[in-house]
């Protein structure tokens, strides 16, 4: 089944000391006492971040911060051209998780990220378990495994497919090929018909 929230995304400045404290709660939870890994979460990122609360009934039950390009120090290969926004913190509670809110968040976080940015790469620090959803939603890929806080994560990139235009001139040109040889048939057949006259 999936679960219906609502999606608020304000900048720090626009949160009340009740959303930090329920973002800051939420963000040890999963990834300090759940994960069972001591770290410092609160960095000064935070601040220059957009921060992304899926809500029911007014409880944060998912989260994720978005990194604007000019704060990322994140780059990618794939995207070589400049600085690129990044998605991370990403956490669903656990009595939340299976409802697919995940999944709803993040593409909430990317289609902001696509309006706010443009078409560009959008880049993740994916723990590794996680590999398959965000490979699902389109993500792929980028270097190798590295340790972070003892727990795997890799970079993984959401590149801009390029549409590819079909080009009209080649399709004119097909076309012109094609009534070219239709009117060499056209030609023969007359010599033929008026060969075969005389």
Known sequence: PIMTCEFSIKTFDELTTVDVYHILKARSQVFVVEQNC???DMDEVDFDCLHLVAHQNEALIGYCRIIPPQFNHKRSSVNPSGPIPAIGRVLVLAEH????????????AIKYC??????????ISAQTYLLNFYESLGFIVEGERYLE???EHVAMVLPIIKKVKVKKESSGMVSSILSFLLLILALLFIVGLVYLMV
């Open 38 to 40: 001591p770290y410092q």
């Open 97 to 108: 998780r299976g409802y697919g809110v995940a999944r709803q968040m993040m593409l909430e």
């Open 149 to 151: 806080d003892g727990i």
């Open 114 to 123: 696509r309006k706010k940015y443009g078409k560009k790469t959008i880049i």
